[in-house]
């Protein structure tokens, strides 16, 4: 603790980096994205990570967001300033309300959780990992989680990139405060300070922290209002303070997107939410949901929450139809559609019937092959409402993977099978927001013994493209054709004998159908010296669109082979402007494209021809 004219300041410590190397952001373009806002990935860290410490199986886990706002007290001043004045050293930006006296602050609880555990001399443990090791996780991988990154939301929640956290341990009992402000490295003399500042007393050990000890916490609590850990049935779990959060950050928000992304989790009463003291449980959650429905970003949720509650619900409490396992090499359900079953589940999707499936796979680990399974609900779209589409993972929406054309069946995934939602969860992005391949990802499983056949994610694949595969599946084959369709374009000759009945005089044939309007090009592509840039076409009207570029070294054929030993796009210069990136192998995938779109990617050898398709295509349904 520092002091000055009787006013209190807790430590923040802006460490030096010696020779070790830096590397600054935030990763704000995984999450906080165009269709997926921060608000919903802020929601979804705080809802997994919660979730994944949940202590009693038998109770829910209680995730509480409140927010408060009030005439600066010393207590809240002494656990911010020293941050603040590392903030202004390092010429961040400056928070207005601070100068102005104001406190506000969002503080995240959860209860019947574990804690952060970890041995707090413990550079690798769970407490220190948390706090200091970016990219790194403890988590085996049967948990939500695993990546190590996504603790980063709590920091672009913050308008002062600063979070501070307590914990109160179920393991051992034990409290702890740690605090962590997003700063910049800079030159200290001859010292380079580090990225980030940490709320403690001193460094232990060149290694991690000597924190505070629990009479500050005492005060910690009463400064940003912990109530919730005031009730001792409540003796364990994390409470994280948001000084300054966004304002678009709400209590109407969190619960739509908790709504919108965790429904199975609170439905099946495993999840509770608080939310400014609204209570969304399996209980309330129809009538929250019609309170926030406008908060909802899913348009198809959005536009009909009650049925989206209702499809989650026939998935957790019905008897599903079982179909046959899928097989093959590259795992297929063409086994089930010559079943006499299916077809009475046809009649019924025709009918506008919901069914409910379980749909059986294999899965190899170790060499040893077993059977996991999933269930799924589809149900014909209303009338004049976009299609339902999503696939949870043990009660959290992976939204991103769905249907391409949804057409109009609604269909929800849920994955309830321990071991296949461990696999699955190998398979997520970064956002944990999709199912990818990748060489990152086949290494994770390739070294906890996924393999199968050609691939350690044929698996993986197969859930990925269910949303498209059941509903082709789930759509009756037409046997025969409609003669008539072609009418007004051939001249269909009688079957009958003998000569027409007529005037005796020819008619002209009529006038041939006007040709096509030519196609407008979606993008312009321009030649730099070392790359290109591909631009919107201004004659182009109907946005947003999506656009895959495959960039390869020309070799003389018409589909030119890539070697990442030719270059690696993550490590090319590149620059995009209205729209969204992703980057896998030697192709680059646009979504939300915009009239203002614009991709420029330099740095490729100048000796070399350089190879590009552009394949346009409309964006997905949003679900």
């Not at 006296?101 to 555990?117: P, Q, S």
């Not at 991690?208 to 609590?221: A, K």
């Not at 960039?551 to 082979?561: F, H, I, N, W």
Request: with cysteine.
């Amino acid at each position: 603790m520092t002091g000055e004219a009787g006013k209190q300041k807790w430590n923040w410590i802006w460490p030096s980096v010696g020779a070790t190397p830096v590397n600054h952001g935030l990763d704000p373009e995984i999450f906080d994205r165009t269709d997926c806002p921060y608000t919903e990935t802020f929601v979804r860290e705080a809802i997994q990570n919660s979730l994944d410490a949940r202590r009693d199986e038998n109770s829910p886990v209680v995730v509480r967001f409140s927010f408060h706002e009030e005439n600066m007290s010393a207590r809240q001043e002494a656990f911010l300033a020293e941050a603040m004045e590392h903030r202004a050293r390092a010429e961040r930006p400056v928070i207005e309300e601070w100068g102005q006296g104001v406190a506000r602050w969002l503080v995240v609880e959860d209860f019947n959780a574990k804690g952060l555990a970890g041995a707090l001399d413990d550079r690798m443990g769970d407490f220190w990992n948390y706090w200091l090791n970016f990219g790194i996780s403890n988590k085996d991988g049967t948990q939500r989680g695993g990546r190590g990154i996504g603790r980063v939301t709590f920091l672009i929640a913050s308008q002062m990139q600063t979070v501070i956290g307590y914990t109160r341990r179920q393991v051992d009992g034990l409290t702890a405060a740690c605090g962590m402000c997003v700063l910049k490295p800079m030159m200290d003399g001859q010292r380079l300070l580090s990225t980030h500042a940490y709320m403690a007393k001193e460094i232990l050990n060149d290694c991690v922290y000597d924190l505070h000890q629990p009479p500050v916490h005492e005060q910690l609590v009463s400064a940003f209002k912990l109530e919730g850990y005031q009730n001792p049935e409540r003796d364990s779990g994390l409470a994280l303070i948001i000084p300054y959060p966004h304002t678009e950050l709400t209590a109407e928000g969190i619960l739509a997107s908790s709504i919108d992304h965790f429904a199975p989790a609170i439905m099946s009463g495993s999840l509770v939410i608080e939310a400014d003291g609204e209570r969304l449980d399996a209980d309330t959650i129809s009538a929250v949901a019609a309170k926030v429905t406008k908060n909802i970003r899913s348009e198809a949720v959005r536009s009909d929450v009650a049925r989206y509650l209702s499809l989650i619900q026939l998935g957790l409490n019905s008897t599903p139809v079982r179909l046959p396992a899928a097989e093959g090499a590259d795992l297929t359900l063409e086994g089930a559609r010559s079943t006499e079953i299916l077809q009475k589940i046809q009649t019924r999707v025709l009918n506008e019937d919901p069914v409910v499936l379980e749909i059986p796979m294999p899965l190899v680990q170790h060499d040893k092959a077993q059977e996991v399974t999933l269930t799924a609900v589809a149900q014909r779209t209303p009338a004049n409402k976009p299609p339902i589409d999503r696939l949870f993972r043990e009660g959290m929406a992976l939204p991103d993977t769905r249907a391409k054309s949804p057409g109009d069946l609604d269909m929800i995934l849920l994955v309830h099978d321990g071991d296949l939602a461990t696999y699955l969860n190998l398979c997520e992005g970064k956002a944990h927001l999709d199912l990818q391949d990748n060489k990152e990802i086949r290494a994770k499983l390739v070294e906890r013994g996924y393999l199968s056949g050609r691939t350690p994610y044929r698996t993986m694949r197969f859930v990925r493209s269910l949303p498209t595969t059941l509903r082709q599946l789930l759509t009756p084959e037409t046997d025969e054709p409609d003669a008539s369709v072609f009418d007004s374009f051939f001249s269909i000759p009688s079957d009958k004998p003998g000569k027409s009945t007529g005037d005796g005089k020819d008619k002209p044939p009529p006038p041939p159908p006007p040709p096509p309007e030519p196609r407008i090009r979606v993008f312009n592509v321009t030649q730099l010296k070392d790359g290109l840039a591909v631009t919107a076409n201004p004659e182009f009207k109907d946005w947003p669109v999506s656009v895959t570029i495959g960039l390869a070294y020309a070799d003389g054929s018409r589909k030119p082979s890539w070697s990442e030993y030719d270059f690696r796009l993550e490590d090319m210069p590149m620059e995009h402007a209205n729209c969204d990136i992703m980057i896998a192998a030697n192709k680059i995938k646009a979504t939300d494209c915009g009239p203002e779109t614009e991709i420029r990617i330099t740095g490729f050898d100048t000796k070399r021809e350089l190879d590009a398709t552009i394949r346009p295509t409309k964006n997905a349904q949003k679900n």
